[in-house]
């Protein structure tokens, strides 16, 4: 049975605008069902533990997917959910590959957090996955891989898209944007139509564009880890 670790944001403010933020719901719900289904043992972690907040506009009726309605209709999950582990006491060791979902939250917390940059210099170190799906690819702002370099140097890459950032009108809101920094640090970034499915696989690198990404990158994961 393989080992997937999901990490995701405890971060809740969209940055000085007084609106919330968190992770996206169906960036969680639908990798977490393609994992369950074929059969992998799942665990929860987070920056702080527990509840993660979740991004008010992924609950929007608009954003609902078949993957958030079982989510809603599925109190096993939601526990599963409300009950994240620190990500401080996580060992890269434990897992096979490391799954994270995005949202505008990891831009604050996960990009800059030393457990998860620790984590995921670990796991690619030892030869193990590591996806990362729309605003999440975030998380690989600061790792180096053992040469010092940053691990999405000279790798292909994709990561939500300056003008889906445009869409939203969060471009003067977020700390950075995603594209830009992974173009900054050296990744081959490139993309799909908006709101489009596109996942690049690259080695050890997933990444997904934006949140109709997610369950294709997690079938991609699935894949690596066959």
């Known amino acids: 049975m393989k080992k997937i670790l999901m990490v995701l944001t405890s971060h809740d403010q969209l940055g000085t605008t007084g609106a919330k933020t968190g992770f996206w719901l169906e960036e969680f719900a639908a990798p977490y069902y393609a994992f369950k289904d074929a059969g992998a043992a799942i665990t929860l972690a987070s920056p702080l533990g527990g509840q993660p907040p979740l991004d008010p506009k992924s609950d929007d009726?608009?954003?609902q997917t078949e993957s958030t309605r079982r989510f809603k209709?599925?109190?096993a999950a939601q526990a599963v959910l409300a009950s994240t582990r620190k990500l401080r006491e996580i060992?890269?060791?434990d897992f096979d590959a490391v799954f994270y979902p995005g949202g505008h939250g990891p831009l604050w917390d996960l990009a800059e957090n030393a457990y998860s940059i620790a984590l995921i210099e670990a796991m690619l170190a030892a030869g193990k996955p590591v996806v990362a799906v729309c605003h999440a690819p975030a998380v690989l702002r600061h790792p180096k891989a053992t040469d010092g370099k940053s691990v999405v140097q000279g790798k292909a890459v994709t990561g939500f898209t300056n003008t889906?950032?445009?869409a939203v009108g969060l471009t003067q809101i977020v700390p950075f944007l995603v594209e830009d920094m992974l173009k900054k640090n050296g990744g081959n970034y490139s993309k799909g139509a908006d709101w489009q499915p596109y996942v690049v696989t690259d080695g050890l690198l997933i990444t997904g564009q934006n949140p109709a990404s997610s369950e294709p990158a997690a079938k991609a994961l699935?894949?690596?880890l066959a």
Request: net charge negative; proline share 13%; hydrophobic share 40%.
């Open 73 to 75: 209709a599925d109190p």
């Open 164 to 166: 889906e950032e445009e």
């Open 91 to 93: 060992a890269a060791a």
């Open 222 to 224: 699935l894949k690596t």
């Open 61 to 63: 009726p608009t954003a």
